[in-house]
């Protein structure tokens, strides 16, 4: 019974706390009332396509609407082809046929909220992974009508986590706070990923821990994700996401 109670204690401190400030932070913001008031329109986040003839590969993410904002983001992928004067965009949604290509802008703002970029690779790396990225999205197990499950997933993190995963090349890792993309399929997974430097282990996404080069420590619970980043030093707080150190 201890031992219990000192679980609760970790998790109500760890997990449960930072969460709720993060939820009672985004209460105070301004945020549109429904989906059809929101801005989806372009950022200027990226460059204009047919201005940087180089090949590029961009992983973004925007924190997402209505209350779901205060605990997770949106992310999807965007590709350029050398010499291209547009982008595509992949991402993965709740309603109809799930994976969608340029639905909306490259750099589109999601549910008004503006998108970052995760990461980002260019010039000749792109260009030897784009078409990986394209096998990846047409080989994402789930997706078909009805494949999309806000919590724990499937959902767009878990559409995104599967591509980086897919194509260890591009060298990205989702933020902390993108929900469900520790989603695995029945019971669970455990492995060690040489692409990476890890080991992992999840129950469907719902509880696990990541150690490694990349991940530095992470434990997981409910979809939150606590820990702290080694190789680029920051602290990776439940719902809020990464609170850079240096």
Known sequence: MKLFKHLLLFILLVFVTPAL????WW???????????ADWSSSGLLPKAEADRKAAVYVLAARTGGLKGAFSLHSWIVTKQAGAASYD???KVGWGAPIRKNSRPADGRWYS???????????????????KVEAAVASYPFSKPGDYHVWPGPNSNSFVAHVLRSVPELGATMPPNATGRDFAAGIGAIGWSAATGDFYATLHGLAGLSVGATSG???????????IDIARPALKIPAYGRWEIF
């Not at 400030?21 to 009672?24: E, K, L, R, S």
């Not at 209460?27 to 008031?37: A, E, F, V």
């Open 21 to 24: 400030a993060t939820a009672g």
């Open 27 to 37: 209460m105070l913001q301004d945020r549109p009332g429904t989906w059809s008031s």
């Open 89 to 91: 965009r992949y991402d």
């Open 113 to 131: 909220n503006e998108p970052f970029i995760v990461h980002a690779l260019e010039g000749k790396a792109a260009e030897a992974v784009i078409p």
């Open 217 to 227: 420590l992470e434990l997981h619970f409910m979809g939150l994700v606590a820990g």
